[in-house]
């Protein structure tokens, strides 16, 4: 609770602190005569070569406005395995992102959604989310809330698609435009610098980007899409506030007991430790994604697969008391859940996720979560989009989908700079990208992180009030579910 | 924000058009009242250069529209915060996509062709700038720093863009800053010279006059003198404030005296010409307007960026733009 009146000091990894130092360092030293070979001007250089920086090299390049510009794309890892993706109907990738409407319309309008393989991706129209500690339960469900099916109405809350698909969907767009970016993978930024007046022009507000390789790159815009430890936004000196939760979100891919008797959910389980969620695949798999504490992800790693998948499944079933005390095994848990699940009272599916049976191997991982906002998404030849500019916590599925948010509102921006003549690097060109996104950002954030913050109670006045409140709106008290629903499904 | 208010696009353009035909209609009914009314004022306040030069009087001692010292000195001031994002001259800047958007708007409505064209046929069709392979060329008169030279020389079917200005030190700024974008270096040229000294070997296709005309001694002189320069079938388009209580209000009151968003001084409300006066001017002209003559009134609005309003133009800000005659 206090955590979130803080202003902890974000850690920023070693590299990103020596690229700010050798950064703010060169930028002074940029007016002395050393002779360094010319950059290659660029209109924009994005760092970052995930699904945002993609999204965004795609966005801009399928545009009627700006599909002339000349762009390079950065980025350190190896693109060649996410192109070379082949995969295989009984696996699926760990990592998964849910897809609101509104993203997968952008991704539609840009020409990527043909490159998604539909039999990979899993679409579904409810949710079930409920309170571990008094059961209180919202059940999002258009087909139940229109009653029934309409024609003409898509009632799709959001498609689950494993990242490196959107990637490798991503990059064949790319490969298909007529002025293609330059794609520049594993590389690393070395240092970000400003760039040296000479005779005719006068670089010294550019960014030139010098990369592992010797090159060097002149930037009339340069974008960071370079995640929550961005060196971009370190380089324009752009504070970004927030805090980390002291929360890991575990994720896992399993298989699932045969589910085709109901219609696909996601569930969401709040537990005091962090919400816990199973997302629908494709068939007979689904997805974890398990917030809770460091100590319990490492615990969550450590165990057998079998416990693990006993442990999941009692996740969804048992009290948060009983989940606690089973945290404390190391071995055993298969036999320990069977006994205590045995005399607790519990739903039946559809209103839980059928039982998971295993746990594909090498899927297991987790990351830390943070909730952090840049103070600015703009600076002179500077913009950030997606984590460069904010990170959110996972439990809404909100990450990518406000970065593509960021991607689709900078393009316009950029387009409307370039038809009025302006320099796309200018802060007139970016300011209009800044004062539509930030605060429609801000308020996700905040949102987010107040649930955080709310479902972490175990008792206390909060808890009755909180399940009130979901009891309202499960009601649809005021149509407050179909706001929220159609709200989650714009954003 | 002002660029996303208004685009040249179908829809606005229908609006555009409105308020052009407003206008041209309203022309033929009350042009003459206006007329009387201006004259009449005219006498009464003979001492005023606006009322003056707009008259038609013979303007400067030397036939041209003049130029100002303690303009040029005001605008020396203000020289070196002139591309600043958050200085005095934002909400020039703000105003600029606008002012692209209402010169494409006017040049829709048909530029200089490739050949001669045939008198009859019409206004605004906007067929005739179909054939303009060779690239717009432009002259940006008064033009300060060069927000309005840089963005319309940056635009693909334009290929040369001349900046002129009277202060050697506001050009010394442009130029400058141009340095900044190398793409612009075969496109844009600043010369230091007034109007009445400029002597190019060829007319051009469009001459902006953007804020300029209320800084002039003799608006009328001066608008005669740039209006030579421009090629058959081109166009003057410009912007100024309307010369009402509103607009002193605005610009001098509020924004001078109180918010001081605008440096003090930069306005001399009595310079302001108002645009029943500017149309009347150019209705006078031999062989201009019969083939395009409109504006369009546009206003600041704290928190949202300048907006175009229709009937606005009888009140503050507003944008005009007059062809010659093919």
Known sequence: ?491 | MSGRALRVGAPLSHSYRHIALRKLSRRSTISNAVFQQWVSRDARHNSTSAYQGMGGSPGSPNGGGGVDPVEVSHFNALASSWWDAQGPSRLLHLMNPMRIDFAKHCLSMGIPGEGTRAAGEGEGTGKEGKGLSRGLTVLDVGCGGGIFSESIARLPNTSKVIGLDPSEQVLGVARAHAKKDPTLAGKLQYVNSSIDEYTPDQQFDLITLFEVVEHVPYPAAFLQTCMRHVRPGGWIVLSTIARTWSSWMTTKLIAEDLLRIVPQGTHDWQKYINEPEMRSFFEKQPGWGSQGMLSMGCLYVPGLGWRAIKGSEDYGNYFFGVRRDL
């Open chain 1, 1 to 491: 609770m206090q955590r979130s009146l803080l202003h902890l000091p974000i850690k920023r990894s070693a590299w990103a602190i020596r690229t700010s130092n050798v950064a703010r360092i060169a930028a002074v030293r940029s007016f002395a005569s050393e002779a360094s070979p010319n950059p290659e001007i660029y209109d924009i250089v994005v760092v970052g070569g995930g699904p945002v920086g993609l999204t965004l090299a795609a966005s801009l390049g399928a545009a009627r406005a700006t599909s002339h510009l000349k762009i390079a794309l950065i980025e350190g890892m190896n693109l060649a395995s996410i192109r070379d993706w082949n995969p295989t109907p009984d696996y699926f990738a760990n990592r998964i992102v849910s897809l609101i409407p509104s993203t997968v319309k952008l991704l539609k309008e840009t020409g990527v959604w043909k490159h998604i393989k539909q039999e990979r991706v899993q679409s579904y129209d409810g949710m079930q989310v409920w309170d571990g500690m008094t059961d209180a339960r919202v059940e999002f469900d258009w087909n139940k809330l229109l009653g029934g099916r309409e024609e003409g109405i898509d009632t799709t809350i959001a498609h689950m698609v494993e990242n490196i698909h959107l990637s490798h969907g991503l990059l064949q767009r790319l490969e298909e435009l007529a002025v293609k970016p330059t794609m520049i993978d594993k590389t690393k930024v070395e240092k970000i610098e400003y760039g040296q007046m000479t005779e005719d022009v006068d670089m010294r507000d550019w960014p030139i980007v010098t990369l592992s390789n010797g090159q060097k790159l002149g930037a009339r815009l340069l974008i960071g899409a370079d995640g929550g430890n961005s060196p971009v936004r370190t380089f324009a000196g752009i504070e970004s506030r927030g805090w980390d939760y002291d929360r890991h979100s575990m994720v896992a891919t399993f298989k699932i007991e045969d589910d085709s008797a109901f219609p696909k959910f996601a569930y969401q389980r709040f537990l005091p430790s962090g919400p816990v969620a199973i997302l629908p695949l494709p068939g007979n798999f689904a997805n974890l994604a398990w917030s809770t504490t460091p100590e319990k992800v490492a615990h969550l790693k450590s165990l057998a697969p079998e416990d693990f998948v006993a442990m999941v499944n009692a996740a969804f079933r048992l009290s948060y008391t009983d989940i606690d005390y089973l945290h404390n095994l190391k071995s055993g848990v298969v036999e320990e859940t069977k006994w205590r699940e045995s005399v607790t009272k519990y739903p039946d599916p559809p209103t839980i996720p059928v039982r998971i049976t295993e746990v594909l191997e090498g899927t297991r991982a987790s990351f830390p979560l943070k909730m952090k906002h840049a103070d600015r998404y703009i600076g002179e030849r500077i913009a950030l989009v997606g984590d460069a500019a904010h990170t959110i916590h996972p439990m809404a599925g909100q990450g990518l989908n406000a970065g593509v948010g960021d991607v689709y509102s900078l393009v316009k921006s950029i387009a409307d700079g370039i038809s009025h003549g302006q320099d796309i690097g200018s802060s007139f060109t970016l300011e209009p990208y800044q004062s539509e996104r930030y605060l429609p950002n801000n308020a996700l954030l905040g949102f987010v992180d107040k649930l955080h913050t709310l479902y972490g109670f175990e008792s206390g006045p909060l808890v009755p009030l909180r399940s009130m409140g979901v009891e309202i709106i499960n009601r649809d008290w005021f149509g407050l579910k179909r706001f929220l629903m159609s709200q989650a499904a714009k954003s």
